[in-house]
């Protein structure tokens, strides 16, 4: 009712995010708070939303300025060289800045690899379930969620499609993939579904890899192993024979640590290795940051701080400069624009020139 009365006395009702666009433009907010400020809204995870709340204090944005503030010295130091060669300026200036440009590289890599490497934290962990059709990689999958999203059957390729849940590990938010069973198919629409699971393989962090414990190791058996060798130093790699209460015939001695569950019965093992492994990944004091764009803006720097630094062993100080005024607009792209004004500043604070 009193929507509708403010309406009718001609207010409007807000466009999606003004409030905080508002902000940004009259500066009382930057754009790494407005970004978290969406994020924390939408997450579901408590990791993320202590990312989020350590760049809604301003941690991100001091980072940012930190940096810029340190290659637009890094560039008033240039400009006065080019400018006034003739001055007399300290003789070990190329080394200093040679100094702060390899200081100011290693800290964007190591923020650039921290976010890759922590993503999950942020998005939530993804976690595919691979093995040969029929070795009970939907009965895990509903054991893991405590009810049925997956249907079982003993018919070999029930599964043709992957299929994505969320559930919740201590802290961490999990996205668990039921993967079609990997094996030689002749029907397309299975063919589809194996391509499918090997791009979920792709996108996740965790792989978990089941066998059959109660039949003899076979060709299938041999591709699942074959699998997740490749991918044993990229991936976070998880064992299981499941089917423990049946007969063994499976010879697990060429597996890495296997875990001997029961799908059926019981996933607490298989829990518990999850677990420990997402608890190793909790945010430690990196910079973490939370968008593509902010990913590719510091990227960008990255690359231009390196290509000017090779420039500066050449003496190409024009260029040099060129690249540092790039790594500049990028990283002041993720919170702010660089104002040109700036240089003059710091050159005449700097320097005591044109007495």
Do not use: W
Request: hydrophobic share 40%; aromatic share 4%; net charge negative.
């Amino acid at each position: 009712m009193i929507l509708s009365a403010v309406l009718e006395a001609s207010a409007r009702l807000a466009e999606p995010g003004e409030f905080s666009k508002r902000a940004v433009l009259n500066g009382r907010m930057d754009l790494t708070k407005a970004e978290a400020t969406a994020k924390l809204i939408e997450t579901k995870s408590i990791d993320a939303a202590l990312i989020l709340t350590k760049q809604l204090r301003g941690d991100l944005a001091q980072f940012v300025d930190s940096l810029r503030d340190s290659l637009v010295e890094i560039l008033a130091f240039v400009e006065v060289n080019i400018d006034y060669a003739e001055e007399d300026l300290p003789q070990d200036l190329l080394d200093q800045i040679e100094g702060k440009l390899n200081l100011n590289a290693a800290l964007l890599e190591k923020s650039v690899q921290a976010s890759q490497s922590r993503e999950g934290l942020l998005n939530g962990f993804k976690v595919s379930i691979i093995g040969k059709p029929n070795v009970g990689k939907s009965s895990l999958l509903n054991a893991l969620l405590s009810y049925n999203r997956a249907i079982i059957s003993d018919i070999a390729g029930t599964t043709r499609d992957t299929i994505e849940e969320e559930i919740k590990i201590g802290t961490h938010l999990v996205k668990i993939v039921d993967t079609a069973g990997i094996r030689e198919a002749k029907e397309t629409i299975e063919k589809i579904g194996i391509a499918r699971s090997k791009e979920a393989i792709e996108e996740s962090e965790i792989v978990i890899a089941l066998f059959d414990g109660s039949q003899a190791m076979d060709e299938d058996d041999q591709k699942i192993i074959e699998l997740i060798e490749h991918y044993a130093d990229t991936k976070e790699l998880i064992v299981a024979v499941n089917k423990k209460d049946l007969p063994q015939k499976f010879d697990s001695s060429c597996l890495k640590n296997p875990l001997h569950i029961s799908s059926k019965e019981d996933t607490t093992l298989i829990t518990k290795q999850l677990k420990n492994y997402l608890d190793s990944q909790t945010l430690e004091d990196d910079i973490i940051l939370i968008s593509k764009r902010q990913v590719l803006a510091t990227q960008k720097a990255l690359e231009a701080i390196l290509e000017a630094k090779e420039l500066l062993s050449f003496g190409e100080l024009e260029l040099f400069a060129f690249h540092i005024n790039e790594a500049i607009e990028n990283i002041s792209s993720i919170t702010k624009s660089f104002q040109r004004d700036e240089i003059l500043d710091k050159m005449f604070s700097s320097f005591c020139l044109g007495k």
